[in-house]
C-alpha cells in the first residue's frame, strides 16, 4: 500500500499513487520502438527462439538495470544529474549526459510523432492512393537528398507544431496532473485500440502465414552471439532505462512505495505489449503477402518503411483498412506522445532542481528551445536523413555508452550497489542481493558493451546509410560527442544555493515552490 509522498515531495512534484506511477512508466517504456521495431528484430533473429534470449535479457540485463535507475532516483528524491551528485558529487557529469541524449531524443522524436499524426487522417481517405511509398517519401516528406536545406513542409511543419504544443501542455500541468492524469487515460487507451487492431488483423487472408513466419523457431540461431546481443539491445531500448527516465519518475514515488514489484509490473508489461504488436503487424504482413502474392519474407520491414510504406499498402488493400489505418497510427501517436513527455521530463526535472525554477518556467526554458530546434530541423526537405542519422548515433553511442559507463562507475569505483539494494528492499515485494549486485556489475555491462562494441566495429567499417562524411560527422559523431562534453561541463557549474546535495534519504527539498 502506498502512502501519501511527505510534504517536500508534494512541493517538487509526485505521483498519486503507484498505480499512476506504473502507468506513466509503461507509457515511457512503450514507444515506437515496440511497435515497429520488435517484431523485426525478432523475425531476423530466430523467430520463436528469439523468445529465449529475450526473456534471459530481461532477466538478466533489463530488470537489474530498471531497479538500479529506481534506487537511485527513489532514494535521492532527484532528476538524474541530482541524484547521481547526492550519490557521489564526482558522477554527477553521467547525469548531465543523460539529460543531453534526453534532449537530443525530444527534438527528432517529435517528429515521427507529426508524421503519425498526420497519417492518423490520411488512412480514412487512403491519401498515398496507389503508391504509398513515392507518396511518404516525394509527396508528403519531399524528400531532398542534396544534403541541408531550409525548405520548410507545411505538411510537416503543422502537425509538429501541434505535437510540442500538446507536449509542453502536458508538461506545464505538472506531475500528476499533467504526466500522471495523461498516463492513466493514454495507456488504457493504448492498450484497447492495438487490441481492437490486433483482432482485427487476425481475421484478414494470409495472417496465419504471417503469424507462422514470426514464431517458427530456428532454434539453431541461438548458437549466433548477434542473436543474443539483439537481445538484449532490444530489452534495453524497449524498456527506457540507463538514460534517467526511470530515474526521474522513481523521485516522484511515495517513500514506501514497494519499487521492485513495481519494476516487474512494467518490465512485464512493456514485454506484453511488444508479443501484441508482433502478432499484429506480422498478422497484416502476411495478409499483405497473399494479397500480392508474394512470400512473407518480401514484405517484412521495420521502422519508418513498415510504418509508412508498408501498413498504408496494407490499409489500401484491406477490407475495412481505415479503422485499421485510424488504430495503427493513432496507437503510434499516443505510444510516442507518452514516451516524448518522459524523455523531455527528464530535461524538464534537472533544470528545475540545478537552478531551483518554477516548473512552468523550466518547461519553457527547455520545450521553448526544444520546439524550435525541432522545426528548423525536421519541418525542412532534409529532415528525414538528419533524423535517420541522429537516431542512429545517439542511441549506441549515446544511450549504450553512458549506460554501460554509468553501470561500471556505480558498481566499481562508487561501490553503491549495496546501499541502493538495501534502499529498495526496505519495501520492495522482491528482495535484491548478491545476485542483483552480480548481474549490474558484470552480466548486464559485459552484454551491452559486446552490442556497443560491435556497433561501432560495424559503423566504422561501413558508414551509416551512404550519407556524406560530414553529415556523419556533424549529426552523428559529432551529436552523440556534444552530449558527452556538455554534460561534464554543466556538472561543473555550481547548484543554486537552496539545494541540498546530501546523500541518500538525508536530502532534503531542493526548491520551495509548489508544482503547479
Known sequence: MTTAPPEQDQRRGAFSSRRVFILAAIGSAVGLGNIWRFPYVAYENGGGAFVIPYLVALLTAGLPFLFLDYALGHRHRGSAPLSFARQSRRTEGLGWWQVGICFMIAIYYAAVIAYALRYTFFSVGQSWGDDPEGYFFEDFLQVDGSGITTDVVVGVLVPLLVVWAAVLLIMGLGVQKGIGASSVVFIPLLVVAFVVLVVRSLFLPGAAAGLDELFTPDWGALANASVWAAAFGQIFFSLSIGFGIMITYASYVGRRTDMTGSGFVVGFANSGFELLAGIGVFAALGFMAQANGVAVDEVVADGIGLAFVAFPAIISEAPGGALIGVLFFGSLVIAGLTSLVSVLEVVVSAVRDKLALTRLTAVAVVGGPAALISLALFSTTSGLSVLDIVDYFINRFGILLVAVVSMVVLAWFVRALPGLAGHLNRHGSIRLGRVWMALVAIVAPAALAFVL????????????????????????????????????????????????????????????????
Request: overall charge negative.
Open 453 to 516: 562494441v560491435r556497433d561501432f566495429l560495424d559503423t566504422l567499417e561501413e558508414p551509416y546509410g551512404g550519407y556524406p562524411g560530414w553529415m556523419l560527422g556533424v549529426f552523428g559523431w559529432g551529436a552523440a560527442g556534444l552530449v558527452l562534453v556538455l554534460g561534464f561541463v554543466l556538472a561543473a557549474l555550481p547548484w543554486h544555493r537552496s539545494v541540498d546535495l546530501r546523500p541518500g534519504e538525508t536530502a532534503g527539498t531542493d526548491r520551495e515552490e509548489v508544482d503547479r
